[in-house]
């Protein structure tokens, strides 16, 4: 089945730096791949999502870039404010049937002002 | 607030006792999946319903747990014989077909 590693797992920046987490998944056949923020005591959020065949994908300060021959996706967010601080976590399925999503183990982000 | 809801929000129960929990789903949407998130983690694919079927199960639903979404609506998730091991985050999480996966906020399980 598929599996999902995430990095880093802590991730610390002052506000106003860019934001880098990369995921990498096993499955070839995966083709789809949202992020979700996940505030304390509250359910996941999506923020951004992209399919197999988008490489790139953009909205306002976040972006997704996917290179499916590496396998491996990553979640770049910019000009970040103290409002970004969460856990984010990354996600893979394949897009036919049903949407079983194979989750990450988490990036907790920090943004201090 | 035309979003996912879970009830209860918090549930802390003994070993031993029987636990039920309730999503209603954004409204129109088919699919309704169920995810259980431990800490530290994220969450796992327990089971996912197309309207009133269930099409799917993980090997993490022991026969202790069963759902069911009856009309095709609402779903509750039942775990009997609660075990300290069942201690979690259940989340609730909707779709339209393929489409985005919107999740509740979920429903904390303490098991002592």
């Known amino acids: 089945g598929e599996n999902v590693e995430q990095h880093p797992s802590t991730l610390s920046v002052q506000e106003g730096d860019s934001a880098v987490i990369k995921c990498t998944y096993s499955?070839?056949?995966?083709?789809?791949f949202p992020w979700y923020k996940q505030e304390l005591g509250k359910g996941p959020q999506l923020i951004i999502d992209i399919r197999s065949n988008v490489g790139e994908k953009k909205d306002q300060r976040i972006a997704v870039t996917l290179n499916k021959t590496a396998k491996h996706f990553s979640l770049h967010i910019t000009e970040t404010q103290p409002e970004d601080s969460a856990v984010y976590f990354c996600?893979?399925?394949?897009?036919?049937?049903?949407?079983?999503?194979?989750f990450g183990t988490g990036t907790r982000l920090l943004v201090s002002p | 607030d035309t979003g996912v809801s879970q009830d209860p929000r918090h549930k802390i129960t003994k070993r031993g006792q029987n636990v039920t929990f309730r999503c209603d789903p954004i409204s129109e949407h088919n699919r309704l999946y169920w995810y259980r998130q431990t800490l530290g983690q994220g969450p796992e694919f327990l089971t996912y319903?197309?309207?009133?079927?269930?099409?799917?199960k993980s090997r993490l639903l022991s026969d202790r747990f069963s759902a069911e979404r009856p009309k095709g609506s609402f779903s509750t998730l039942e775990i009997q014989r609660t075990e300290q091991g069942d201690s979690a985050m259940y989340l609730c999480?909707?779709?339209?077909?393929?489409?985005?996966?919107?999740f509740g906020p979920g429903t904390r399980l303490t098991v002592l």
């Open positions: 999480a909707s779709s339209f077909i393929t489409d985005t996966q919107y």
């Open positions: 996600a893979a399925s394949i897009d036919s049937g049903f949407q079983k999503l194979v």
């Open positions: 499955d070839s056949a995966s083709n789809y």
């Open positions: 319903f197309q309207n009133e079927a269930q099409l799917e």
